[in-house]
């Protein structure tokens, strides 16, 4: 083979070893990028329209104890709110109030524009608009994860059985469940129950979702199913209240974070802006202890 041969297959070969290499590392970017994207926290929203839930000057007292005083909170639709502050700051008691679990002393709450807590209204009419999943999963241990989820549908909804059936079975395969449906609590982990009460909740098709530190009686490696089909919701534009210690899960997830202390809301805005520069020294104080605990 002639020199000028010899240099233009070297010349040939090589090109096509630096097309392949930019290949590999233009796929390589692509990969890392999708996954970066995949973990970045999402992007809060801002919301100005339609109001799903207003509270108004809410007090709830036991006795002389008072242990909500003046909240005002008023959620959008679509926005996702997490609640957080410690032990007896009030943040389930303001949530039970929301569902009328617990009557507040004074003050309105208004879910889609219906004044809920006035004389008068139709208290389970009402919360029909409103899902609620607690820290306790409450199902029925006789009962499959399926029959737990049709039982509102055929008592309150009066649907047939065929129908609440098919709901059912719909709402379990939402939250990654289908195959469990015949599986009876005692045969599931923790886990799992509390996506079977998350998927009970979902079939009435609320207006808002309740969440009371729906992770907190699970082990930790129990925690991300969990979460992860909240997150889900979060992203198919579910109107949330959520009250957690999950401070990560807050970050990612919420368009709003509301901090509460002593049964007052002390500070409210963006997750960055509470987590990364809180204006209160309350606030400041609690997120310090936790970042100690991380």
Known sequence: MSQVATLEKDRTATSASTVGDEATATTSTNANAEKDAANAPREPRAFTGELIVQIKDLKKAYGDHEVLHDIDLNVHKGEVVCVLGPSGSGKSTMLRCVNLLEIPTSGEIWVNGIHINAKGTDINKAREQLGMVFQQFNLFPHK??????????????????????????????????????????????????????????????????????????????????????????ADAGMTMIIV???????????????????????????????????????????????????
């Open 144 to 233: 499959t994860a399926q029959g737990n989820v049709e039982l509102a549908l055929l008592k309150v909804r009066k649907m047939s059985k065929d129908e609440a059936a098919d709901i059912a079975y719909r709402q379990l395969e939402r939250v990654g469940l289908a195959d469990r449906a015949d599986f009876y609590p005692s045969q599931l982990s923790g886990g799992q129950q509390q996506r079977v009460a998350i998927a009970r909740a979902l079939a009435m098709e609320p207006t808002v979702m309740l969440f009371d530190e729906v992770t907190s009686a699970l082990d930790p490696e129990l925690v991300r199913d969990v979460l992860n089909v909240m997150r889900d919701l």
């Open 244 to 294: 957690t210690h999950e401070v990560g899960f807050a970050r990612d997830v919420a368009d709003r974070v509301v901090f509460m202390d002593g049964g007052y809301v002390v500070e409210e805005g963006k997750p960055g802006e509470i987590f990364e520069n809180p204006q209160n020294d309350r606030t400041k104080d609690f997120l310090g202890h936790l970042k100690e605990n991380d």
